[in-house]
């Protein structure tokens, strides 16, 4: 069949440039078309919810909304894990999928069953499937500065930037955080509303009663139609001010008699701060599954320039994370190892060729098998990043191989003389070709077969080095077909009858390759006696090599997360990270900016507490570093903190932190997983086995993702005391909440705005738990009585937030490991953990994260691998016709690793 191949070629000479100037075409349209990013997209198939539930401590969202939701979702085909996090008012369920299942399926039976259960779920509940984006698809983050106040900044970003930025191609969302969400915040009196007979039910239902334009038919009028439209929506204060609670003869009572009227915002579960300046409001941009990050982030910034025009005087948009940046940065290291690399082998190809010809027609393989494998990669949906552009860079020593044997034949064939001499150049071509078209064939075969394992990689390990195997694949196929089609053609025109020479540093190569061989041949025992002790040196050097994942790749920019108590207030988490950013600021002259971003956000994606903050650090370029080492700016911003304690503190990377989280739903390179049914167990187990890793050298950044330490002021109602005044527990529980947390009794429309109308108490009742048990709460006949006659109220210790997995409590260690291999710190973590820490019956550990998939790769592996070598050995014994000759090339693979 290769030498029809052959033959076709040769004779159809014509047909085959044109099809190599269609190749080129078509491959410079693929490149064009390519998805280009920095990383593979390793995102699993997932399905994330949101429930909010304003006012909800923990565990009554885990049992109220989280479990019957995890209840529901049990079973659904192809699931993997379940996950959710319980917190205050929020409710986060996380499902990840086998990989290869359809987004849109896997979302339309997680909506099915949500749509089961939501109306089972606690009035007030709202929410539902987030934004079909992936745990990578963070593209573009920025803040709103300028001379305008939090709250017009969060108003400008809501209701101007990101709808206009929702329309650009490839884009999810806009997330919104900080800032203060407006409103219109009704705070009524206890006592007015008492003293007028009145109660927190009947100011919300006139509210709600009074706040409505409606359609009320058509009327007609001669040959005209009248469209009647009754208006009543509110629209200003005054609107809200002038609604009657009650009339009487004696005279009617408005909202504006009993409760303060003015523009307030909706309570806040996070903030954003930068540069240690103040606080800030920010946009974070989030790509949809699969969207081509480079033209996402470009038509961002096309939107962002149309709007500025638009916006305030002063206002401006500043980027501080760019995605494109650092798809730039791949691209451009991977281009310019390729480019090295081409110029090398062009080089070496002229030197030991030593004809100028004969080494353009070889190079010219280069740029054909790469367009060909643009071609490939485009038709499967590989994107051109750093990992699959990696592949090719490694190949491009390999795709000149098959090539220069042919060449190299060519010129044999045409240098001979006698019968030889006499026969047409394009049959010359031909047996040339046809002499080494099955070896040829071979050789390529078992390079390929050499990465196919990296194929049977499964999860992150099998997306991360599936694309560099593919790519390889595709180039070496490409570069086969064209030595036995293009190569002849162009061999036929370029290369000319003559006396054949070895090219001058050929000749200088054997001169000193030829005592040495004779030396070896002359000594073979003692060179085997060598060889034999340099392999044993070389197992015995790979048996003390540590054993990681994968090395760390550097994103450019650092992720400082910081924990702190969990008991801690909102004001005084923005007070010690603008702290934190001021010290960092003086400090350390590489960081250039600073957004941190503490608590949730608002579309609920990333559920953090008050007390953990996420602080992303945009660094100088590294040639304005006083050391260009990233560990050494680490163990700065470390010696920093130090001056804070209290603060937990680990580093990330953008990237990095998604792919952890995503794994394993923790943010570092081990995730130590405790399973149990009881949280102060589980906290007591956990504060134990962090002491134990935190002694194991190599630990660095070792904390207990806590979920204690927060004290609950709870309210027990007497039902029987609650009974005499006519109240039921809803009638105190609903009192209760409206003058806290806030009860939303309607919207208002300002143009394409929605404003919340919001009930809630005076902002000196939130900060005076101790006045909390002389609350009134109104009784259905007008009186009142304090919350102490009906209620007993205490403080309590309770859970932060609940963490779950497949419907399991669970509490997780997490830590780094510096300067020593991952596998070797699990191995004795492990040992150490077994032997010091005892676990209750009802529990038990899994160690997870970068390490899991090292396990899980190596397994694969130790099976595939002895597979593909017998493979190889097939195609040897093929080849060669003899079992002695197959053993004796396969017996130097391991020989290689005497140079590894």
């Known amino acids: 069949m290769l ?34 990013d920095a990383f593979p997209d390793v995102s699993t198939t997932q399905v994330k919810l949101i429930i909010k539930a304003p006012g909800m401590t923990p565990e009554e969202v885990e049992s109220r909304i989280t479990v019957p939701i995890e209840q529901e979702m049990l079973g659904i085909p192809h699931q993997r894990i379940l996950r959710s996090t319980s917190k ?54 920025f803040t709103i500065e300028g001379p305008i106040s939090l709250q017009e900044k969060r108003t400008l970003l809501d209701w101007t930037i990101r709808p206009q930025l929702r329309t650009v191609p490839g884009v999810a969302d806009v997330n919104s955080l900080g800032g203060e969400v407006r409103s219109f915040e009704i705070s009524p009196d206890p006592a007015a509303l008492a003293a007028r007979g009145l109660n927190l039910g009947t100011l919300q239902a006139a509210i709600e009663d009074n706040n409505r334009n409606d359609g009320a038919g058509r009327l007609s009028e001669g040959e005209e139609t009248l469209l009647v439209r009754a208006e009543g929506a509110i629209q200003t204060l005054d609107d809200v001010r002038a609604i009657v609670l009650k009339g009487s003869p004696g005279g009617i009572v408005r909202v504006g008699d009993v409760a303060e009227v003015r523009i307030g915002a909706l309570t806040r579960y996070g903030a954003v701060t930068r540069n240690g300046e103040g606080e800030a409001v920010e946009g974070l941009v989030l790509g949809l599954r699969g969207a081509n990050a480079g033209k996402v982030v470009e038509g961002v910034k096309q939107r962002l320039a149309e709007l500025a025009p638009q916006l305030p005087p002063g206002v401006t948009v500043e980027p501080f994370y760019d995605r494109s940046e650092l798809v730039g940065r791949a691209v451009h290291t991977v281009s310019k190892a390729l480019l090295e690399a081409i110029v090398l082998v062009l080089v070496l190809l002229l030197a030991f060729l030593g004809n100028l010809r004969a080494a353009l027609v070889v190079a010219l393989m280069l740029p054909l098998a790469a367009l060909a494998t643009f071609i490939a990669m485009g038709a499967v949906g590989l994107s051109a990043n750093l990992m699959s552009l990696g592949g090719l860079a490694i190949a491009i020593g390999m795709l000149v191989d098959a090539a220069v044997v042919v060449v190299e034949n ?51 390990e099998g997306k991360m080095f599936g694309p560099v195997a593919l790519t390889i694949v595709f180039a070496l196929s490409a570069s086969l077909l064209l030595s036995l089609t293009v190569v002849p053609v162009l061999a036929s025109f370029l290369l000319k009858r003559g006396v054949a020479h070895e090219p001058w540093l050929v000749r200088k190569l054997q001169a000193g390759y030829a005592p040495m061989l004779a030396f070896a041949l002359a000594r073979g025992r003692l060179m085997v006696a060598i060889a034999g002790a340099s392999l044993v040196a070389a197992a015995g050097a790979y048996l003390m090599l540590g054993k990681a994942f994968m090395p760390t790749m550097d994103e450019g920019d650092i992720i400082m997360q910081l924990e702190k108590l969990p008991s801690i207030s909102l004001a005084q988490t923005i007070a010690t990270d603008l702290a934190v950013q001021q010290a960092v600021m003086k400090a350390v002259p590489e960081v ?7 608590g949730s956000d608002e579309l609920g994606l990333d559920p953090m507490g008050l007390n953990q903050t996420d602080t992303f650090l945009v660094l100088k370029p590294r040639d304005e570093w006083r050391q260009p080492d990233k560990d050494w700016l680490a163990d700065q911003l470390r010696a920093v903190m130090d001056n804070f304690p209290g603060v937990a503190l680990t580093f990330t990377q953008p990237i990095d932190m998604r792919v952890s989280e995503m794994l394993t ?38 904390i207990t993702i806590r979920n204690e330490g927060v004290q609950y ?34 919207t208002v429309i300002e143009s394409t705005r929605r404003v919340p109308l919001l009930i809630r108490g005076p902002a000196d009742l939130q900060r005076d738990p101790a006045a909390f048990a002389a609350l009134r709460i109104t009784t259905p006949d007008g009186s009142s009585l304090p919350l102490s006659s009906v209620a007993r109220i205490e403080r309590v210790d309770g859970p932060v937030k609940v963490d779950r997995e497949n419907a399991q409590r669970y509490s997780v260690i997490q830590s780094n490991v510096r300067d020593r291999d991952l596998v070797g710190f699990v191995e004795e973590a492990r040992a ?22 090292q396990q899980r790769a190596a397994a694969r592996l130790g099976v595939v691998v002895p597979i593909a070598l017998g493979l190889i050995f097939v195609l040897l014994f093929s080849t060669f016709g003899s079992v002695r000759q197959a053993l004796l090339v396969l017996a130097m693979v391991p020989f290689a690793m005497v140079g590894g």
């Open 713 to 746: 002021l709870r309210i027990q109602v007497d039902r029987l005391a609650a009974g005499r005044f006519g109240l039921n527990v809803e009638d105190v529980q609903h009192a209760l909440k409206s003058l806290l947390e806030g009860q939303v009794a309607g």
């Open 592 to 598: 250039k900016t600073i957004v941190a971003r503490s």
């Open 3 to 36: 030498s029809r191949l052959v033959e076709f070629s040769l004779t159809q000479r014509l047909l085959v440039l044109v099809a190599t100037l269609l190749l080129v075409g078509a491959g410079l349209r693929a490149w064009n078309n390519l998805p280009i």
């Open 88 to 141: 205050y008012a929020l409710a986060d369920v996380t499902l990840d999928f086998e990989d290869g299942t359809d987004i849109y399926w896997a979302r339309q039976q997680v909506g099915e069953r949500l749509a089961g259960v939501m109306g089972n779920l606690p009035p007030g509940a709202s929410g539902g499937l987030a934004p079909i984006t992936t745990p990578l698809g963070e593209m573009f983050m």
């Open 832 to 853: 150490a953990v077994a032997n010091q820490v005892p676990l209750p019956a009802g529990y038990r550990i899994a160690w997870g994260g970068q390490f899991e998939n």
């Open 665 to 702: 739903g923790v943010r570092g390179d081990l995730a130590i997983k405790l399973y149990g049914p009881d949280l102060p167990t589980l906290n007591r187990l956990a504060g134990e086995i962090e002491a134990v890793v935190k002694a194991v050298p190599g630990a660095e950044d070792t």
């Open 410 to 460: 060519v010129e044999t064939q045409l240098a001979e003389g006698g019968a030889a001499a006499r026969q047409p150049l394009l049959h010359l071509v031909f047996r040339a070709t046809r002499e080494v078209a099955a070896p040829v064939a071979s050789g390529i075969l078992i390079i390929v077969i050499v990465f196919l394992p990296l194929l049977t990689l499964e999860g992150l």
